[in-house]
């Protein structure tokens, strides 16, 4: 999804009650680069969560998306008054979603049941697949899943009922699963819809300049497991990025419309991206509240040093799905090398990452307790811990009780890419479904969490004139994290270095 439709927000801030008066002040169209983090202000709307969710309606990817594999997709979900469902996934051979390969059409019925008890702000939902049929679009496409099935026993048996790559026939579709027929080869593909078993659907404002703001709707859907083995038993605790409304989508979006056309016999060929190479240097920001799997909420704010390959990342934590209630933030800082391009995922920059340094912040009562109660030599050596106080834990070799361990490595793959409206997201790697951390090559992510977004003009990759007059308001997160203590709910922070993270 372009960051286009992401509200540029510091979303705490956004939160934050003393921060409406200068949102009014500014008004809509003071699009300026300096106070990058307060641009939500512009966007003062707050997110707001449909309970019950409303699914009815078509849903469409705003842009090609990266799952773990890798595998490049685009998706269009229309959900019907009678809960009946018809989605499509379109595959591709490349990262720019530009060479369809094969195109699924899958149909059934999804049923709201309650709302989640393990991801709060979630709907649970159970779904039944009808019928599953895949398009090929070209020979080699057909060889590829062919190859695929063949790599298991129930996966031959469901090879066999595919022609052989000579009858290739443009436009047949091939039925791999159907309820009636009790047949399913789609699970033999590694093929499930779990992500229709937790659902969330937000509405928000995007601000226009000189114009009144558009209503966004968003569909999140589960996540994808990071480890393709467990992909058919894991019951999604997190989401992937979210789809939005056909009809209601951030603009400009150059490839939802192609997308919102699109069906299994004419796949979307999205329009060529400009491969733009990795520039970390600068501060960038989570633009809202973030849910990772197994179940925790948090923003991060990085700092890139480019000349000297260091960084620094805050991650605040929170226990609640908007992240209003922090629980405690994590500072972490070390080194890290020099980008390879990924030869595994095309588009994709390796970089190994290195956390010496850390130190915790407790910011409710509960984590500071906790925190007390610790063995000293586990967590901040001897010493008091007390709400809203950091300390570092870098002597103590992290923090054991918060599953920090240091010095820690990490093995990343980072994209940097540019949204319809000209302005860079930083898109870093997704982190293992199980909760390990990426330690080892082999662990190295092959796709992506929610992008962040420039904090500052530096990385923002635009020189756009501060033409605007200067927000007449003091900015309550100015100056960055050093001043965290000014504005507690400042957004957060990180890489997402961490063991747990
Ligand atoms: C790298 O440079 C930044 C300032 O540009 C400085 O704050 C930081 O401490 C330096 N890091 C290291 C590891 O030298
Ligand atoms: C931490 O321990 C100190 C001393 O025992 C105590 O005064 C303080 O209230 C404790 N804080 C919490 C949140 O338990």
Same mark, same amino acid.
């Given at each position: 999804m372009p960051a286009a439709m992401l509200p540029y927000a510091c979303v705490l801030v956004l939160l934050g009650a003393h921060t409406a008066e200068a949102a009014d002040t500014a008004g809509v169209g003071h699009l300026r680069w300096e106070p990058r983090c307060q641009q939500p202000l512009l966007n003062r709307a707050p997110v707001t969560t449909l309970l019950p969710p409303r699914l009815d309606g078509p849903w469409i990817s705003t842009g090609c998306e990266v799952r773990p594999g890798p595998e490049f997709l685009t998706r269009s979900y229309t959900f019907f008054p009678n809960r009946l469902f018809r989605a499509y996934q379109f595959y591709y051979r490349d990262a720019a979603c530009r060479e369809p390969a094969h195109s699924l059409l899958i149909k059934g019925k999804v049923r709201l049941r309650r709302a989640s008890w393990v991801t709060r702000g979630a709907t649970e939902a159970d779904y039944h697949l009808h019928k599953v049929g895949v398009v090929f679009h070209s020979r080699r496409a057909l060889l590829d899943v062919a190859a695929r099935l063949d790599q298991s026993r129930a996966g031959r048996a469901c090879a066999r009922r595919l022609p052989p790559a000579r009858a290739w026939l443009p436009g047949a579709l091939y039925e791999l699963l159907s309820a009636r027929a009790e047949r399913d080869c789609a699970a033999a593909l590694g093929f499930t819809m779990h992500e229709l078993s937790l659902v969330r659907v937000q509405r928000r404002l995007q601000p226009k300049p000189q114009a009144a703001p558009r209503l966004v709707e968003e569909l999140y859907l589960g996540d994808i497991h990071t480890d393709w083995a467990e992909r058919r038993h894991y019951r999604p605790t997190g989401y992937q990025r979210p789809l939005q409304s056909a009809l209601h989508h951030a603009r400009p979006c150059p490839a939802c419309s192609l997308i919102a056309r699109s069906d299994e016999h004419h796949p979307p060929v999205l329009p060529p991206q400009v491969a733009l190479p990795l520039r970390l240097g600068g501060r960038w920001v989570s633009p809202g509240c973030e849910v990772r799997p197994a179940v925790l909420f948090l923003t991060r704010l990085f700092t890139f040093h480019g000349h000297n390959r260091s960084w620094e990342g805050y991650y605040h934590h929170f226990s609640d799905?908007? +992240?209003?209630? =922090?629980?405690?933030?994590?500072?972490? *800082?070390? !080194?890290?090398?020099?980008? @390879?391009?990924?030869?595994?995922?095309?588009?994709?920059?390796?970089?190994?990452?290195?956390?010496?340094?850390?130190?915790?912040?407790?910011?409710?009562?509960?984590?500071?307790?906790?925190?007390?109660?610790?063995?000293?030599?586990? +967590?901040?050596? =001897?010493?008091?811990?007390?709400?809203? *106080?950091? !300390?570092?834990?870098?002597? @103590?070799n992290g923090c054991l009780p918060l599953g920090i361990r240091l010095p820690h490595v990490e093995y990343e793959l980072f994209k940097m890419e540019r949204d319809p409206l000209g302005r860079?997201?930083?898109?870093?790697?997704?982190?293992?479904?199980?909760?390990?951390s990426p330690d080892t090559p082999e662990k190295r992510p092959t796709s992506y969490q929610a992008p962040l977004v420039p904090c500052d003009g530096v990385a923002w990759g635009l020189s756009r004139a501060p033409q605007h007059q200067p927000l007449p308001h003091k900015r309550p997160c100015q100056g960055g994290p050093q001043e965290a203590p000014l504005c507690p709910l400042l957004l957060a922070l990180g890489l997402a270095i961490l063991q747990w993270l």
């Open positions: 799905p908007t +992240c209003q209630q =922090p629980t405690f933030t994590v500072y972490a *800082a070390g !080194r890290y090398t020099k980008g @390879t391009p990924s030869a595994k995922v095309r588009g994709g920059t390796e970089l190994v990452f290195q956390v010496t340094r850390a130190r915790v912040t407790p910011r409710d009562q509960v984590t500071t307790a906790m925190l007390n109660f610790s063995e000293p030599s586990s +967590c901040g050596g =001897p010493g008091l811990w007390s709400l809203g *106080a950091e !300390r570092d834990v870098t002597a @103590t860079n997201l930083l898109f870093i790697g997704q982190r293992p479904s199980d909760g390990s």
